[in-house]
């Protein structure tokens, strides 16, 4: 089965500085890589996500960068600020019949964005 | 407003003690899935669900039940509590298909002593 580790497990950044968070999976079948961003005492919603025919997605201050040969995604934030500051989840997932149920996370990495 | 619930949002009960959450969403999402969450341990899936009658196991289902009777609901039941399943659970939903987007509940926090 696929399994993601995600590192760092925790980030403290400047506020205006960039964060950067780097996951890796198993599975060569999974094809979508979403992030979840879970703030303290919250559900985890989806911030942005990427498949695997795209090498880059941006949505204003955050981006996700895929590398299907290494197996890895990133997380990038830039312009860090104050209501950055939560535990982000990676997540792969293959996109097929049998198995597109099984959305696997990697452990999470709390940001702390100090002013 | 579209949303999944859960319920109870806290509860602590005793080894044993059979116990149930619930988790109802208004989506018409074909998609239902279970998850605990523990410090340094991320989300892990216990069971999903892709439609009525459908259910499979996740990484962690010991201990846990799931029944998927309707499309709307995916309760969660643990026969006999034990305290290593003291954690925040968490439902989610998402459209019939992979690569789309999961919508959790407001989580459970169980406490089994």
């Known amino acids: 089965g696929e399994n993601v580790e995600q590192h760092p497990s925790t980030l403290s950044v400047q506020e205006g500085d960039s964060a950067v968070i780097k996951c890796t999976y198993s599975d060569s079948a999974s094809n979508y890589f979403p992030w979840y961003k879970q703030e303290l005492g919250k559900r985890p919603q989806l911030i942005i996500d990427?498949?695997?025919?795209?090498g880059e997605k941006k949505d204003q201050r955050i981006a996700v960068t895929l590398n299907k040969t290494a197996k890895h995604f990133s997380l990038h934030i830039t312009e860090t600020q104050p209501e950055d500051s939560a535990v982000y989840f990676c997540a792969a997932n293959p996109i097929r019949t049998d198995s597109w149920g099984k959305l696997q996370f990697g452990a999470g990495t709390q940001v702390v964005v100090t002013p | 407003e579209a949303q999944v619930t859960q319920n109870p949002r806290y509860l602590i009960t005793v080894t044993g003690k059979k116990l149930t959450v619930t988790c109802s969403q208004n989506?018409?999402?074909?998609?239902m899935s279970w998850y605990r969450q523990d410090p340094g341990l991320g989300l892990r899936q216990i069971y999903y669900s892709m439609n009525v009658e459908v259910t499979d196991k996740g990484d962690v289902p010991e201990g846990y039940k799931v029944s998927r009777k309707e499309k709307r609901n995916f309760p969660l039941i643990l026969e006999s509590p034990s305290p290593n399943q003291t954690s925040l659970y968490f439902c989610?939903?998402?459209?019939?298909?992979?690569?789309?987007?999961?919508?959790f509940g407001q989580g459970t926090r169980l406490t089994v002593v």
């Open positions: 990427i498949r695997s025919n795209v």
């Open positions: 989610a939903s998402s459209p019939g298909t992979g690569g789309t987007e999961a919508f």
């Open positions: 989506m018409n999402h074909e998609y």
